[in-house]
């Protein structure tokens, strides 16, 4: 009975997910392993939620684990693979989207909002500095008073 | 019935709110005291109402009422009492149903706390919140209804996703929650300033206590999200970048800029239009979020569901709401006087720097959330945005940020000394570039890990350098010191410790990327394997069974230097009622570091199992730092001018000296 159960444990572990990352797919050589295993942090798992494929569990991913490291072990370059797998699955598989005329204002947004917005700082501070807001007649009248006030003394 | 009377309270809610609403605004349009001073009982009233019909979708659950739809698909009669309780916002209906109490409960505690308040900025701001109110009400009874039966009733609900059945799930959304609406206050207050035509220090002085205690929850909320997601998930990140955290983050970016921008509009009156702003952005980050999450336009683990007509309903939401405050703000803004005058280098001008690079920081997050689905709706192509492009991005500006932090505090308002701060502050560089040396030199690591291990320090110890100043320590006798230390306002405390937060925060994410320890093994029992300086024995797998699942149990000695230190016990898990997998991560805290262990096919015949070893040091501090910073924030909560509240305008006082 005991067998029974962890069996189907390990047959519903199995049937619902493998896992990420196994000992078994990992290169021998650790050199190009840690690259391989950099490389597929910047990939996407294309049917899970927000996963790279070195992270997920899905069996998709798996495959492009195993396949991301055929290439490395055959010689290619990093840029090569990401080539590679973007030829196969589009530009969707990278997680870090490449600067081109599609994407420049996503990369150029922080840029941006620095510059208009210190821009907009110096306008501002600038502009404040050569007129200062006259004072209110509320606050000319009560100037008034407390100078008065202190005439009196 | 308890189904049937909370729907119908909710109702009542709804009608309450409309009250909340029309009346008080009305009045304060109209400057009549009866019409506005129906804002408080009614906040209250509406409070209990939503109160009741939430306390009745919690008696449904824990009596497994079955016969209720949202409990059918969301319970079951062998899940533990806490996640029953627990599991009622562990859906789209149930969360939604929070939102409105969370949001009701504040309303409530500006009627009840706002005592001190001038009449119509009280009446204008409940108003708004009615508004607010209304909006969400009205979203629940007709999208997104907990309450509804199902005939005939089945005799066991479907479970709650395994994943959430996690003591997490009791405190991250409250804690979420508490903050993302907690800035529908600000946005209230802001909105109610436009309003009027006014604002100056003692609105500021009304308006930070509500964003710090927002603040507060929106960060223990992210952070206990983001330990519960590093030890269910089971691979050991802690951050991912996903929408949903996006989500969170930007509301927390945008009230960070908030406490400190409107910092200035209480102290020096200035920046004031750009307060208003920021106030109205925070909540409309919170809505945002809310829009993300709840609508099904961005696939994640905290979508529960995905309705078209619920994400078209909130969009109306969003759009009415931001559009509606930015409307008025374009109106109300040019009649708000400019106030006080500083020089670039100032306190002002650093809080001013501060909130240029959190809202640069907040826009990217933005601009990279949003990018893919606008270029999607617009070109059809597909890109991702993820976690790489986050780091590179993001990363610098809060570097950047964290690295100027520890002079803002030693610059004097108005006008600051560039020179004087910078030398002050040469301790601090000396200790960081020290730590630099000593550990990157034996530990290694890439150039960003230096570079993010000297900023870290350097916030430490300048947060530490704006206390040693403050108490002019080792410049006068110990007792004046100490004298000095406990006659600091708390409000000064609480910078020191949200400023040491961060750094600390930022010292674990830069040990936890650059030198933790990571083993990939296949283990056969009795296999050993080394990682840090512990040796794992693995001594085989185990079944354990619980009220509503089965594990399979890895059982591994953890030795160090040759004595037990202690036994590790991951697990496979198996939720029956959805027969889902889990991984069940067992961790241990050694100092400030975690061994982390996970076990993942295993094989019954032979014991054989894949397993992950992490040894992660400083690994705490990237939760401990939120919570420090949340005690900063707390700190400064208890500051004797924000319990007072506001002085009264100084028409009466006799003329104080110049200082």
């Known amino acids: 009975m005991r067998r029974f159960l962890l069996a189907m444990i390990a047959t519903l572990a199995l049937a619902g997910a493998a896992s990420a990352l196994e000992p078994g797919e990992m290169l021998k050589d650790p050199a190009l392993e840690a690259r391989a295993r950099a490389l597929t942090k910047t990939l996407r798992c294309m049917v899970c939620q927000n996963e790279s494929i070195d992270d997920s569990n899905a069996p998709l991913a798996r495959d492009l684990r195993v396949l991301v490291r055929e290439r490395v072990a055959a010689g290619d370059s990093d840029d090569e693979v990401r080539e590679f797998l973007v030829a196969r699955y589009g530009e969707f598989i990278l997680l870090e989207p490449r600067f081109s005329v599609r994407t420049w204002l996503l990369w150029g947004a922080p840029l941006l909002v620095i510059v208009l917005g210190g821009l907009g700082v110096a306008f501002a501070l600038h502009g404040k500095r050569t007129a200062p807001a006259p004072l209110s007649d509320e606050e000319q009248r009560r100037l008034d008073a407390i100078l008065n006030e202190n005439n009196k003394l | 019935m308890i189904a049937e009377l909370s729907h119908y309270a909710l109702v009542l809610a709804l009608a309450l709110a409309l009250m909340q609403t029309v009346l008080p605004l009305w009045g304060a349009a109209k400057n009549d005291a009866t019409l506005m001073g129906v804002a408080e009982p009614v906040a209250i009233v509406n409070l209990a109402f939503v109160a009741l019909a939430f306390a009745g979708l919690m008696t449904l659950y824990v009596g497994s009422d079955f016969s209720v739809l949202n409990v059918f698909e969301n319970s079951h009669s062998a899940k533990p009492l806490i996640y029953k309780i627990t599991g009622v916002w562990g859906n789209h209906e149930g969360s939604m149903l929070l939102w409105v109490l969370v949001l009701a409960l504040f309303s409530a505690f500006v009627a009840a706390f706002g005592g001190n308040l001038p009449t119509r900025l009280r009446a204008n701001v409940l108003g708004v919140q009615g508004l607010i109110a209304v909006a969400f009400l009205l979203f629940v009874l007709t999208t997104s209804n907990p309450f509804l039966r199902l005939t005939p009733a089945p005799a066991e609900g479907r479970d709650l996703n395994p994943i959430l059945q996690d003591f997490g799930l009791a405190v991250h959304p409250p804690l979420l929650y508490l903050g993302y609406v907690g800035f529908s206050v600000s946005f209230s207050f802001a909105v109610a300033a436009l309003l009027e035509g006014k604002i100056d220090a003692a609105w500021a002085r009304w308006v930070r206590p509500w964003t710090l205690a927002a603040w507060v929850f929106l960060t223990l909320g992210i952070a206990m999200g983001s330990y519960w997601a590093y030890y269910e998930l089971g691979w050991g990140g802690f951050w991912f970048w996903d929408p949903v955290e996006n989500a969170s983050i930007l509301p927390w970016l945008a009230g960070t800029a908030l406490l400190h921008s409107a910092l200035v509009v209480e102290k020096r009156d200035a920046l004031k239009i750009w307060t208003v702003l920021l106030a109205i952005l925070a909540f409309s980050m919170s809505l945002l979020g809310t829009f993300l999450v709840r609508s099904g336009v961005l696939t994640s683990v905290h979508a529960f569901a995905t309705d078209p007509t619920r994400g078209v309903f909130i969009l109306a939401i969003l759009a009415f709401f931001i559009g509606g405050s930015l409307a008025l703000f374009a109106w109300r803004a040019p009649e708000l006087k400019p106030g006080g005058i500083f020089a670039p280098i100032s306190r002002e001008g650093a809080l001013v720097l501060n909130n240029l690079l959190l809202t ?242 295993p094989v019954p015949e032979s014991g054989r199992v894949s397993a992950r070893i992490y040894w992660k040091p400083l690994v705490l501090l990237i939760w401990l730092g939120p919570v420090l910073m949340a005690i900063g924030g707390v700190l400064s909560l208890s500051d004797r001018r924000l319990r007072i509240g506001a002085p009264r305008r100084a028409g009466r006082v006799a003329i104080a000296p110049a200082e």
Do not use: C
Not at chain 2, 364 to 387: D, H, Q
């Open chain 2, 360 to 601: 640069a920081a907040a826009a990217t997050v933005l601009t990279g959330t949003l990018y893919p689905l606008a270029l999607e709706a617009i070109t059809g192509e597909k890109i991702s945005v993820g976690a790489p492009f986050f780091n590179r991005t993001v990363g610098p500006l809060m570097l950047l940020l964290l690295v100027l932090m520890p002079a803002g505090p030693l610059l004097a308002w108005k006008r600051g000394d560039a020179l004087g701060a910078a030398q002050r502050l040469v301790f601090a560089g000396g200790i960081a570039l020290a730590a630099v040396l000593l550990l990157y030199l034996t530990a290694g690591g890439s150039m960003i890990a230096a570079i993010g291990l000297f900023v870290a320090v350097f916030a430490i110890v300048g947060a530490i350098t704006e206390f040693a100043e403050r108490v002019l320590l080792f410049r006068v006798s110990a007792g004046e010191s100490f004298a000095r230390a406990i006659g600091l306002p708390r409000a000064a405390y609480g910078s020191i410790f949200a400023h040491a937060g961060i750094g600390l925060a930022l010292l674990g994410v830069v040990a936890e990327s650059n030198w933790s320890s990571e083993r990939i093994v296949a283990l056969e029992p009795g296999e050993q394997v080394s990682i840090g300086s512990f040796d794992l024995r693995y001594t085989g797998i185990s079944r354990r069974e619980g009220p509503n699942w089965i594990d399979a149990v890895g059982r591994f000695e953890v030795r160090r230097g040759g004595v037990t230190v202690a036994v590790s016990e991951p697990a496979k898990r198996v939720y029956l009622a959805r027969g889902m997998p889990t991984t069940e991560a067992s961790i241990h805290t050694f100092g400030l570091g975690q061994l982390y262990v996970t076990i993942n096919d």
